[in-house]
């Protein structure tokens, strides 16, 4: 139905986004005030927008599937051709033979036909499972197209299961012709003395250069014995054949052997890959603990890390988050690289290297969570964030410092308003994620917060370059409260500011100087879950500032120092579900825990 039935017909000319359904003008001003509504054909556009940047990737897909079904077919046709020559070769020589061989000959042809049945049915498995994918990727396809036959209200209403079609097929792996395919031959040997040798005339398998024992003859037309080692051994035929049989044996049992020592390779690379996800899988649920009362003085419990290179060491630690196993990520900035240790510091893994391409980084300032498990990255010097699953596979982009507008890059997609600076960065040094999966990014060099939807599309823009409420100069750090309010260390401001969760300015925290409350350089802050308690890492100054959510100064700790109580330089705060504060000693190379 495309009329208002509640208000004598009109036409429904508007779609109410957070209720999900089409309205008229007068429902919108009456009863979806406070909604995020669109025009229906605005609406429609943007989604049929979404979706033309998502085909290009389709067809790629599509065109890898059919790739791969044509390897199928030569691999077929290959398989076929081998054995049809072999059986020539087999036939061949057979047929230079006299009777007694005739039985060889039927045993060998009969294990060429078995190792071209066993081939036939690991490609026809092969082909199965690719027309499995290319019809269901067709199928995708088609239902996406069929959707936007219908009325705009109706393309509007289907839009969750049209995006998710998509999400599907671009998430779908291209699956490739992995099946172990031995090419067939026969390698015929000893034919010249063939009544003397019939026991290895031949045999039936890969193809594969002439080694191992075997019977030749020489250059003065004699039947000598090439061995394991290389070496001519001369001698009766009887005891030629005999060593022959022990030189194949011996060769066996090596090649066993081998054998061997690679599946143990192989099932011990399983089980390590199995313990590192396993260190990765969320725990149970503790018990919590009550809230932390951050007004008593502080104890460094404990401090971890040193510089270097190897895992668990460090060479400028600087933004950190914490994983719902409790363990902690740090930035480790100057190895280019991100770093997971468990809350004693013992190493669990890393993943990043010095670069510009996809799953590179130049500068890596802070991380956080997204989605539970997955890490987000500030790659600041390369101008963009990058999305990385638990294992350190690189997954996606978003933001660069080409003049287009941000999303979640997906290769092959087109891109959109050449002269727009939305999601456009120049050097994004702090990013946090809020209770909708929202994305906020602190863009240090353009002065300004940056808002995504948990797709990846730019939402929305807070604060400018200036001095005044709400302006921001060199904004860092960045953090959410439980509320989705939002505190930013305006770095060039020597203040904090308090946004709403919808952007809109709140207090300020602070000003400059060096008494309590006062900041020199606030680089990086943090809000504890259960009380709300704000904590600013001043990097100037070397200490950490507590306030409460209203932005009243009750404590601070830290100094000057390489003392396992002091700081150098300190850039970098988590504080973690149980109250405990992790503060990255980015001159020391070290983690303080207190």
Partial sequence: NQYCSQHNNKPLEIFCKTCNRAICTLCAVTQHKACETKEVSEAVAALKSKIDALKPQISMNLYSLKQAMTRVKTAMREVNVDAQVSSRKVSGMIEMCVTAVREKERELVAELETKKRVNNEIINSQKELLEGELNSMQAGREFV??????????????????????????????????????????????????????????????????????????????????????????????????????????????????????????????????????????????????????????????????????????????????????????????????????????????FGVTGTGVGEMNGPND??????????????????????????????????????????????????????????????????????????????????????????????????????????????????????????????NFRVQKFTAEGRFKMIIGGKGKENGEFQQPRSIAVDAKTGCVAVVDTGLHRVQLFTSGGKFINKFGARGKEDNKFSSPCGININYDGEIFVSDFRNHRIHVL
């Fill in 145 to 350: 197209e069929r959707a936007f036959i219908g009325s705009e209200v109706e393309v509007l209403c289907l839009e969750p299961q049209i995006v998710a079609k998509m999400d599907e097929l671009i998430s779908g792996d291209c699956p490739s012709l992995q099946a172990n395919v031995d090419k067939v031959s026969f390698s015929p040997s000893g034919h010249e003395n063939i009544f003397k040798a019939i026991e290895v005339l031949g045999k039936v398998g890969p193809p594969k250069p002439e080694r191992g024992p075997r019977m030749i003859v020489d250059e003065s037309g004699e039947l000598v014995l090439l061995d394991n080692n290389g070496n001519i051994i001369r001698g009766e035929t009887k005891d030629l054949l005999a060593l022959l049989k022990k030189n194949i044996l011996e060769e066996e049992i090596r090649l066993a052997e081998e054998q061997r020592q690679r599946e143990l390779e192989e099932e011990q690379q399983k089980k390590e890959e199995a313990a590192r996800l396993k260190a990765l899988e969320p725990p149970r649920t503790p018990t919590p603990l009550p809230p932390r009362d951050f007004t008593l003085p502080f104890q460094f419990s404990r401090v971890f890390g040193k510089m270097g290179m190897e895992g668990g060491m460090f060479n400028g630690p600087v933004g950190l988050c914490t994983t719902d196993k409790g363990h902690l990520v740090v930035c480790d900035v100057h190895n280019n690289r991100i770093q997971v240790v468990k809350a004693d510091g013992t190493y669990v893994q890393s």
């Fill in 367 to 492: 991380v956080c969570m997204f989605n539970g498990r997955n890490f987000l990255v500030a790659d600041t010097y390369n101008d963009r964030v990058q999305l990385f699953a638990p294992t350190g596979r690189f997954i996606r982009t978003i933001g660069q410092k080409a003049r287009r507008r941000a999303m979640f890059n997906i290769p092959g997609a087109h891109a959109k308003k050449q002269d727009s600076m939305e999601g456009v960065f120049d050097k994004p040094f702090g990013v946090t994620v809020n209770s909708k999966g929202q994305i906020l990014v602190s863009d240090m060099g353009n002065h300004r917060i940056q808002m995504f939807e948990k797709s990846g599309e730019f939402k929305c823009q807070i604060g400018s370059k200036g001095e005044d409420p709400g302006q921001l100069m060199y904004p860092y750090g960045i953090a959410v409260d439980s509320d989705d309010n939002i505190y930013v260390c305006d770095l060039g």
